[in-house]
């Protein structure tokens, strides 16, 4: 399972790069919005730390200007992915990117069927959002088995990246579940390396051989 950090923070970025694990970022309009700052030069700077993909998202409804948005977008640097929204309009975006080498990132998806119809339009990567669907009572996890087994049945090539997890749980159910990637805030990220018995057990070692070299 790959592990991309869900976050447009470039400190988040930078700490996370450091430790070596992170294969990817995502952004989406509400984390860019945070930080304040210019999209573009934003996104190449994070394209600057990350060299595998980073996705920056379209914030047209329209095809011909998500696609406008789309070109502009890959200019920015080789490992951008065009985040683009499942509604029809963002697949006959899909479409026209797919054609001319644009990779994409299709987000917002909340039912198999919206993953299927992607990943047949040409879709690099499909997002399906874990926690809103928690949130509404609804179980996120289920979504991702159904879509990797429609995925396997066809042998589609779009990559499952499990998005919206909100705790080092659902980047574990995700992973058993089939994820090809798993897109996590760095807070999430930082707990999945912690267990307070590794600590326990590290303070303990220290201990007993310091006392035996006395
Ligand atoms: C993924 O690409 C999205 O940016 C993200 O996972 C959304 O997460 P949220 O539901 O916690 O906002």
């Known amino acids: ?125 499909c997002s399906p959002f874990l926690g809103r669907l928690d949130d509404i009572g609804h179980d996120g996890m289920l979504l991702i088995e159904e879509i990797r087994t429609i995925y396997d049945n066809y042998g589609f090539q779009t990559e499952i990246l499990a998005a919206s997890l909100r705790h080092p749980l659902h980047v574990v159910q995700a992973a058993k579940a089939g994820a090809d990637i798993g897109t996590m805030p760095y807070d999430v990220f930082k707990k999945m390396l912690n267990h307070p018995l590794t600590d326990i057990g590290l303070e303990r070692f220290l201990a007993d051989w310091n006392k035996a070299k006395k």
């Open 1 to 125: 399972m790959k592990f991309f950090l869900d976050t447009a923070n470039l400190d988040e970025i930078r700490a996370g790069a450091a430790l070596g694990i992170v294969d990817g970022i995502t952004t989406n309009p509400s984390l860019v919005a945070k930080e304040g700052k210019d999209f573009k030069t934003l996104v190449a700077q994070i394209c600057e730390i990350i060299p595998g993909p980073v996705s920056a998202e379209v914030v047209s409804t329209e095809c011909d200007s998500m696609v406008k948005e789309a070109r502009e977008l890959a200019e920015i640097a080789p490992n951008i992915i065009v985040k683009l929204p499942t509604i029809p309009e963002g697949v006959k975006a899909l479409k026209i990117c797919a054609s001319e080498g644009i990779k994409t990132n299709l987000t917002l998806i909340f039912q198999p069927l919206q993953a299927l119809i992607v990943a047949k339009v040409g879709a690099t990567f």
